[in-house]
């Protein structure tokens, strides 16, 4: 039988040897490499879990959700016909667009190539609001590029692998967009507040024109790192505080953040 | 020795997977239930100890290789979880055939309370001051009354594969 002390040494070793590890990935040490491998060493296991969940969680979910479904299938078709519809009118506009932003050398969202990728895996922990698709450096995918789905920016790139990626949403507590409203003449802060949180707004004076509804889009500043015109979020909660002389803004995404199953990898690199 | 860590290795890819694969997937009030964190208590609770802190450093880096967090936070929580509950272990006080029936989940109820919030705090240590502002309440509440609920079935599972250990032993 261990002693207490041998128990406690190897507590301590154990203790130390992590902060070692948190410490090597914090300072941008070797730790991609060891990712990389633990990943392969579980995914046999999670393909066998997961085989084995999936069916019955959607057995389950196909039992509750049966009417909702339904009805949000024929919701769903209503809403593709009349989105075809703008589609069509939409793309003499882009058109005129993409001639406009050439004539002035703008990078403009619309005229950028796109890969389309499926949502793979949700974040795996309370703490961090990411998903991993099933795209990565080998179509195209790389570090930094924005991702958009549902009509709005979902988030950019934050690691690429040969074959997957993991995308940083915008409501992680890490993620800061640069975005403007109205005329574009205010730039404005937009920062995540955590996965089920809305992101909150900083530096809008409170003599800007905007209101509950309004829409932010990525700003596209000279090193931004996302291309003008993306929509990022509207407003939910406007609030002045006594003294203060700007807003306190609280917004929603665009996109429907929590229903993540298809988006678009915009192939747009941050300029450095 | 080397039986037990072998079948430890393996009933902790198995956690791991059953993490991602069904965990990740069905969420309470939008909360990640972590029984990669359940699984160290459990084996805590035995009593024996470096197969705890085995057992809880290796689901929490197979978890933080997953997960876009600081790499290495979530096996110090496993750390931590393991090293007490296999001091509480020792004591004979998760023992599921002689405590009360309630013990064994109570403990476990504790470690999910706290648990999430360890993590937070070691976060300051990798320089992330904001994960506090994820749901770390929702959390906190969500995982201890899941860690009361599957305590009894996982301990079980660790007790039944301390058995191995303790025979390998003799």
Do not use: C
Request: proline share 4%; no cysteine.
């Amino acid at each position: 039988m261990a002693s207490d002390r041998s128990r406690r040494r190897l507590f301590l070793v154990g203790i130390v040897g992590t902060l070692a590890i948190v410490t090597v990935y914090v300072t941008g040490g070797v730790v991609a490499g060891t990712k990389s491998i633990a990943r392969t060493v579980v995914s046999p296991f999670s393909w066998a879990a997961d085989f084995v969940a999936r069916p019955v969680g959607h057995m389950v979910a196909g039992i509750v959700n049966y009417s909702d479904v339904e009805a949000q299938n024929q919701q769903l078709r209503y809403l593709l016909g009349r989105e075809t519809l703008q589609a069509d009118q939409n793309a003499v506009a882009a058109q005129q667009l993409r001639e406009l932003s050439q004539s002035l050398h703008v990078p403009v969202a619309a005229t950028l190539g796109t890969v389309f990728a499926q949502v793979t895996v949700l974040s795996p922990t309370n703490f961090s609001a990411t998903v991993t698709i099933d795209k990565g450096q080998d179509e195209g995918v790389m570090d930094g590029m924005p991702v958009v789905a549902d009509g709005g920016l979902v988030g950019r790139i934050i690691g690429a692998s040969s074959h997957s990626a993991t995308v940083r949403l915008l409501t992680d507590t890490g993620s800061v967009v640069g975005a403007t409203f109205g005329n574009g003449a205010t730039s404005v802060l937009i920062s995540g507040q955590g996965l089920n949180n809305p992101m909150s707004v900083t530096g809008i004076p409170d003599t800007a024109s905007i209101g509950v509804g309004g829409l932010l889009s990525t700003n596209g500043l000279q090193g931004g790192l996302f291309p003008p015109g993306l929509p990022v979020g509207r407003v939910t909660k406007l609030i002045i505080n006594p003294g203060s002389s700007s807003y306190s803004v609280t917004l929603a995404p665009t996109a429907n953040l929590n229903n993540l199953a298809y988006v678009d990898v915009v192939l747009w690199e941050p300029s450095t | 020795m080397t039986q037990a860590r072998g079948l430890i290795t393996l009933v902790t890819l198995i956690v791991v997977a059953v993490q991602f694969a069904v965990f990740t997937e069905w969420r309470f009030a939008g909360v990640v239930v972590m029984l990669v964190w359940l699984w160290p208590v459990a084996v805590g609770l035995t009593g024996l100890t470096s197969l705890a802190l085995f057992a809880g450093l290796l689901s929490g880096l197979l978890f933080d290789a997953q997960s876009a967090t600081p790499f290495g936070l979530s096996a110090l929580v496993g750390l931590l979880l393991a090293y007490f509950a296999s001091r509480l272990g020792k004591e004979g006080v998760g023992d599921l055939d002689s405590a009360a029936l309630w013990v064994t989940p109570a403990l476990a109820a504790a470690a999910g309370f706290i648990a999430p919030l360890i993590f937070v705090v070691s976060g300051v240590f990798a320089l992330n001051f904001s994960l506090w502002r994820g749901s770390l309440l929702d959390s906190m509440l969500v995982n201890a009354v899941a860690f009361f609920l599957l305590a009894r079935p996982v301990t079980r599972v660790a007790f039944a594969m301390s058995a191995t250990a303790r025979r390998a032993r003799r």
